[in-house]
T-cell receptor, first 115, second 114 residues
């Protein structure tokens, strides 16, 4: 079975530009979460979506937005890029989203470099 | 809020040495605890987990025990191999009404020499 896939693998942008990152969850998984991993740090939670609804948002500015499609794939958008947005962006999928933990499976990530 | 503190690295060991990576947490309620591993150029892989106090998670020779009294979840392995070289992240998931938000530590680099 295919795992979580993300595209593109690498991306180079300049300050002020906008970027869209894509994620396809494991088949049958209905929840997608996004994390930002700055070099040398642990991943930081950005968003979680379940059944196309936002279920959680981390401490990130409004320049960050996301959505989930009927096929459960997801896009993360970042506007007005800053140098500090350079990071590995990880997508994770899980079966559901609820009070008790559902194991999250991570994709390989998209490496974003902002120049 | 919830937080995770890991021992700083890098940790450098010779092959077959004993490994301990310390992890302590702060959380309200009773979180689930995890260790993830990240190999160079790859995403995160779940190594092991424990969902309640005194549970022991184990996988591939790695073990960690959920200690509520000391709020710790230290990772151990009796004999490391070169192939264990990676970054190890301790994480927790607080039980909230909605959501599967993971809170990660900063990560510990492990280097194993042959």
């Amino acid at each position: 079975d295919a795992g979580v896939t993300q595209s593109p693998t690498h991306l180079i942008k300049t300050r002020g530009q906008q970027v869209t990152l894509r994620c396809s969850p494991i088949s049958g998984h209905k929840s997608v979460s996004w994390y930002q991993q700055v070099l040398g740090q642990g991943p930081q939670f950005i968003f979680q979506y379940y059944e196309k609804e936002e279920r959680g948002r981390g401490n990130f500015p409004d320049r960050f937005s996301a959505r989930q499609f009927p096929n459960y794939s997801s896009e993360l958008n970042v506007n007005a890029l800053l140098l500090g947005d350079s990071a590995l962006y990880l997508c994770a999928s899980s079966l559901t989203s609820g009070r008790f933990y559902n194991e999250q499976f991570f994709g390989p990530g998209t490496r974003l470099t902002v120049l | 809020g919830n937080s995770v503190t890991q021992m700083e690295g890098p940790v450098t060991l010779s092959e077959e040495a004993f490994l301990t990576i310390n992890c302590t947490y702060t959380a309200t309620g009773y979180p689930s605890l995890f260790w993830y591993v990240q190999y160079p150029g790859e995403g995160l892989q779940l190594l092991l987990k424990a969902t309640k106090a005194d549970d022991k998670g184990s996988n591939k020779g790695f073990e960690a025990t959920y200690r509520k009294e000391t709020t710790s979840f230290h990772l151990e392995k009796g004999s490391v191999q070169v192939s264990d070289s990676a970054v190890y992240f301790c994480a927790l998931n607080g039980r909230v009404e909605y959501g599967n938000k993971l809170v990660f530590g900063a990560g510990t680099i492990l280097r194993v020499k042959s």
